[in-house]
């Protein structure tokens, strides 16, 4: 195949990547979110607290799980059934090892908290990571292959097999126990899936060699892996400790985070670390695909995320009750963190895919050890300002991971912001005057409305004006495959 075709080949790729990653996670948070409506008025702040909790352990659990083991894959040249079979069992070996442990560790986990219910609930909780454990190998399979379309199904499937359960648990009175259900039912639904679209099929008769290179490349990743759940949850576990009847809240603007922050977040990681290992081989056209990329996210991810920050009171009352504005609140500080976030990924998928994984591992390790003695220093501070002192460090550390991808695909500093300046710019000022637009109105749901529309026409009207190629791109995509 010739050099042209294989790049029209790979931009399709990335195209089609995109839309489903995009379309993908955005139908998974807006299934997400009616159901947590549902929730959030069912629930109370203190039925989320002992789930806030759990999450630091449960994310650390998965990370050692997966080993790495799925960008391992993802990276290597050829794959065969040994591979994925090795993955296999040791997940699965892994994943029972591990429950074991967080079994026999949760009266440690009570204790420490001062709260004697985390022993039944950390040990039913922790079965959703046993069964997730048969997940992996289809996973990296589906990665691999850069099937987005198959596996958002199966994400849009496990969102609404999880909804579902968790309003009749709710309704039935089972509050915290069916949040823990939840969790359980989405792994076991999206596993059943992956399996469902892959033709890959394990065999009793292992070998465990490959590992040995798998690992080799992985091991790394495990690490950093384990260091950035960390850092995503250590809000709140020092809430756990400190600020025991806040943990609700935040668990819950975490969670509205969480969903804003993957309609974006999730369209990047579908694809940017598999395209960016297609490419490793030409420095400068990894440049230029990477800087592509980094457009397309800043174009996206910085409306998106700034306009949640300027509606998150009103979103939050309006639709889960005023019972939650401390969450709003919350919200409202961390989705701008989550605007520069998927920025995050990108870098660190850059590094991956060129065999950084030493760098990566490192920068995550000293990240995670700062904010964590940042946030215990500022502990008798509050949680606001605890909270923007998380999203300032880690907004200021994106330059940090530049540092490093300069080193690897000259991206320059000026190169890295003015990809990124122009449309976190119009992005402001869009929110700034939309604000200025609405603020006379006094009622709420006219309010969010007003807002949301306002937001959205003046930014693609300027981004037009502006002569936006992303803009012009998504369009042009869009009526071709239309027509």
Known sequence: MSKEGSGNNLKHAVAKGFLWGGMSNAICQVLSLVFGIFLARILSP????????????????????????????????????????????????????????????????????????????????????????????????????????????????SVVATGVVGIIMALKGYSYWGIATQTIAYVLVRTLVRWYYTPWRPTIKVNFAPLKYLFAFSYRLLITSVFQRFNWNIFSFILGKFYKADVGNYTKAAEWFNMGGEVVNGMVNAVSQPVLAKVVDDNERQLRVFRKMLRFTAFVAFPFMLGMSLVAKELIV???????????????????????????????????????????????????????????????????????????????????????????????????????????????????????????????????????????????????????????????FLFKRKR
């Open 318 to 476: 309006v639709v889960i009750t005023s019972k939650w504005l401390e969450s709003a609140k919350m919200l409202q500080i961390l989705a701008v963190w989550g605007a520069f976030m998927p920025i995050q990924s990108m870098l660190t998928h850059l590094l991956v895919s060129r065999g950084r994984t030493r760098i990566f591992m490192w920068c995550t390790i000293v990240q995670g050890l700062l904010t964590l003695a940042m946030l215990l220093a500022m502990s008798p501070c509050g949680i606001k300002p605890m909270l923007v002192a998380y999203c300032v460090f880690n907004i200021a550390w994106l330059f940090v991971w530049n540092y490093f991808v300069k080193k690897e695909i000259s991206l320059t500093f000026s190169m890295f912001v003015y990809d990124m300046l122009p449309y976190m710019l119009l992005s402001i000022a869009v929110m700034l005057a939309t604000y200025g637009i609405t603020n006379f109105i006094g009622n709420i749901y006219i309010l969010l409305v007003a807002r949301v529309l306002i937001a959205v026409v003046l930014y693609i009207f300027v981004a037009w004006i502006m002569r936006s190629e992303e803009l012009r791109e998504i369009i042009d």
């Open 46 to 157: 203190a039925d989320y607290g002992p789930i806030g909790m759990l999450a630091i352990f449960s994310a650390i659990a998965g990370s050692l799980q997966d080993s790495g083991f799925v960008v391992a894959i993802a990276n290597r040249k050829t794959v065969g059934h040994d591979d994925y079979n090795a993955v296999f069992w040791f997940s699965i070996i892994i994943s029972f090892l591990m429950y074991g442990i967080l079994y026999a560790s949760a009266p440690l986990l009570a204790d420490f908290f001062n709260e004697p219910i985390l022993i039944p609930l950390s040990r039913y909780s922790f079965l959703g990571f046993v069964v997730s454990g048969f997940g992996i190998a289809p996973s990296a399979y589906l990665f691999r292959e850069l099937k987005v379309k198959e596996s958002s199904i199966a994400s849009i499937c």
